[in-house]
């Protein structure tokens, strides 16, 4: 538990900042209003690549945020604090479907 207290605290102090907000919508309208892992468009927050708590200096740089969807984002902040790490077959598979989506000539067809 202390570990998430701890998290807050210290990104708490950036994102309430007015220079926050202006960089929050550079990132947004970079990442083309959509979460960068799975292309959803709800609930976008824009998160810090390499921790704010780890890489002050990195806070306030347009290239160290990314845009995440909430569950993207709850995921990666999970990982981040030790309560759970990625799977590479699942990723491996949510590789996969994201592609299929993205190109329809593949749809329907034995991929095997």
Known sequence: MGLIKEYKRHSARVTRS????S???????????????????????????????????????LANLQCLCGPCHSRKTRIEIGLGRPD?????????????????????KDLA
């Open 23 to 61: 960089l929050r919508l550079q990132a947004l309208e970079r990442d083309d209003w959509k979460c960068v892992q799975c292309g959803e468009r709800r609930r976008l927050e824009v998160d810090h690549i390499k921790p704010v708590r780890t890489h002050p200096e990195l806070s306030f740089s």
């Open 88 to 108: 590479p077959k699942r990723d491996a598979w949510k590789k996969l479907v994201r592609d299929m989506q993205r190109t329809p000539s593949l749809k329907g």
């Open 18 to 21: 007015a220079r926050w907000k």
